[in-house]
């Protein structure tokens, strides 16, 4: 039975990592076409992305956006699981469903939605436009982490500050923020790396004034394949990689994934 889970999980491995290994492969070509195997070695594509104007700032522009629309997910979802979590208010639940419904839509729908309100107030074709729509759609992800932060937090640890001649906005800002912090900063780890990957609700609402860095790769490849691609698809995996293993190392992936804590805690 051993024999038979290790071969099933050395599958699932290879299928996952085989397309990112042949990626990586590419990216070192030599040619300016992406052959595998690669005729030569060359980090000329990697260069590139820098050398080239439009490559460089179309990363420039998506790190902007990750960035700031990950802080303002961060901005929005804490105050909101804190008041769900902590005011225990009847509606509650539906609030709760309304602050994770734009992930649960097909992005295509949030990006119409998106696109219907930013031309309906005459502000289209704006960075901004990206910024706040992914900060919207991806505040799922920090209202997630506050919440299960909230809910594993030991409730005699503000009642006992209130005890002691605490006021609540001195509790909040001496017990419970610092306590929200790491998944604070899960939230926007996570919110950081689909937001520098997303490609609908920022075509749509860039309206082709803005080129970030999946619409710049979905453009070029309109004209062919070249290794420059391949060497941005390895940058992307290694940013995501790195950010979910320090996700993983020092916040919480296994509760924030949904598993049951008193099993995290038996495993302990």
């Known amino acids: 039975m051993n ?20 990626v990586a ?27 080239d104007v439009g490559w460089r700032d179309a990363i420039t522009t998506s790190l902007l956006v990750a960035a700031t629309s990950a802080a ?5 979802a804490t105050p909101m699981a804190y008041v769900l979590c902590a005011y225990h208010i009847r509606l509650a639940p539906l609030l709760y469903s309304l602050g994770i419904l734009p992930f649960m839509l097909p992005p295509v729908i949030s990006a119409l939605g998106a696109l219907v309100f ?42 006992a500050a209130q005890t002691l001649g605490a006021s609540p ?41 803005v080129v970030t860095l999946p619409i710049k790769i979905v453009n070029d490849l309109r004209y062919g394949f070249t290794p420059t691609i391949a060497a941005v698809a390895v940058v992307f995996i290694a940013i995501a990689t790195t950010t979910f293993a320090l996700f993983a190392r020092f916040g919480n992936l296994l509760r924030f994934l949904g598993a049951d804590p008193a099993i995290l805690e038996r495993q302990r």
Do not use: K
């Not at 038979?4 to 397309?19: G, N, Q, S, Y």
């Open 3 to 22: 024999v038979v889970r290790r071969l099933l999980t050395a599958m699932v491995v290879v299928f996952l990592v085989a397309p990112l290994v042949v």
């Open 25 to 51: 492969v590419v990216s070192i070509n030599r040619n300016r076409y992406m052959d595998f195997p690669p005729e030569g070695f060359s980090l000329h594509w990697y260069a590139q992305l820098w050398n």
């Open 72 to 76: 303002l997910a961060v901005a929005i």
């Open 118 to 159: 930013w031309n309906s107030v005459g502000h289209s074709g704006r960075v901004e436009n990206i910024i706040v729509s992914h900060a919207i759609f991806f505040s799922t992800l920090p209202l997630i982490t506050v919440s299960l932060a909230m809910e594993a937090m030991d409730p005699s640890l503000p009642e």
């Open 169 to 209: 906005r001195t509790t909040f800002r001496t017990i419970t923020l610092p306590l929200l912090v790491p998944s604070m900063i899960s939230g926007y780890a996570a919110a950081f790396v689909l937001s520098l990957n997303e490609y609908i609700i920022a075509f749509m609402v860039s309206r082709f004034s």
